[in-house]
């Protein structure tokens, strides 16, 4: 006998892409994390919101616009980030207010957006068709095998550029490249989470991980793990809870990482306090 969740065929869906989403957020996440970078997904989800806007007033579709607007900023930001950081993180702010201004502004006189605003804000899983559903396999599959083959360049280039520049590593490609895996993962996670809670599906399970973690791959592992199971729980709680997907979801990680924040807390103050209640071993000289 199913579960009542798995009795329907839009739930059955949702939980899929919420397995794909939850995998491939995290894994894109770590590096944004390592170079402290953390906001850009949530930047990205601005400039994405005027793609969809054009999309919904014009009747083309919405998703792949918001890929190509959301494609060329990550690849413009990049470059100008590499010709120096003020003038890239000026750029940066710059394209993502205006993105979230032409979108909003866009919407506001397009036919029919106050019904399809709220599910790319918030996100609408419920709503996922079955090509959405390869649409999500044919995109995200890709990201996940990619990174997973180039994690340790990725990694190096993330913690230390100018020591990847010396060794003779093409940087700028490495940061082009993950630019545009994240711009892939906002717009195509937008469904499951929404533009304005992807962000921390990318990084609140990366920073969960690393809250225990002792290396960088079990910190990838742990992330991976985390995001799978608060985007699934997520999913099912706002089934039985009746509360909207991508906010539940997002709460769900907030409180794990709580949670495992709070337990490590707790483990290290009780192992300062054992370390403290351990009697010195009496020296040679007295025994």
């Known amino acids: 006998m199913w579960p009542e969740i798995l009795q329907f065929d839009f739930m059955r869906r949702a ?59 990550a690849v413009g930001i990049e470059l100008l980030r590499h010709r120096g950081r003020t003038a890239g993180d000026s ?27 709220p599910g790319f804000l918030f996100g609408a899983i419920t709503t996922t068709s079955e090509a959405d559903l390869w649409a999500l396999t044919a995109l995200l599959v890709p990201t996940v095998a990619l990174v997973a083959a180039l994690r ?59 809250v225990v973690a002792r290396s960088f791959r079990a910190a990838l592992g742990g992330a991976i793990v985390i995001g799978v199971f608060c985007s699934v729980g997520g999913v099912v709680g706002s089934f039985y809870l009746a509360t909207p997907s991508g906010a539940t979801i997002v709460v769900l990680a907030v409180a794990v990482f709580g949670l495992v924040w709070a337990g490590a807390t707790l483990a290290r103050v009780a192992g300062a306090a054992m370390t403290l209640q351990v009697p010195a071993t009496p020296s040679a000289d007295h025994r």
């Open 152 to 210: 340790v360049r990725l990694f190096a280039v993330a913690d230390d550029p100018e020591w990847s520049a010396a060794a003779g590593m093409p940087v700028l490609r490495y940061n082009i490249l993950l630019a545009v895996l994240t711009s892939i993962t906002v717009v195509v996670a937008m469904r499951v989470v929404g533009l304005l809670l992807v962000s921390a599906l990318m990084i609140v399970p990366n920073a969960t991980s690393q």
């Open 91 to 117: 750029a940066l702010a710059i394209v993502f207010y205006g993105g979230i201004a032409v979108g909003v502004v866009t919407l506001s006189k397009a036919p029919g957006a106050a019904v399809s605003l």
């Open 15 to 73: 939980l899929l892409a919420a397995v794909l989403i939850g995998a491939a957020a995290p894994t894109v996440g770590i590096f944004l994390v390592q170079r402290r970078l953390s906001l850009i997904g949530d930047g990205m989800g601005h400039v994405a919101l005027a793609g969809v806007a054009i999309g919904v007033a014009t009747g083309w579709a919405p998703t792949a616009v918001a890929l190509a607007f959301a494609l060329t900023a």
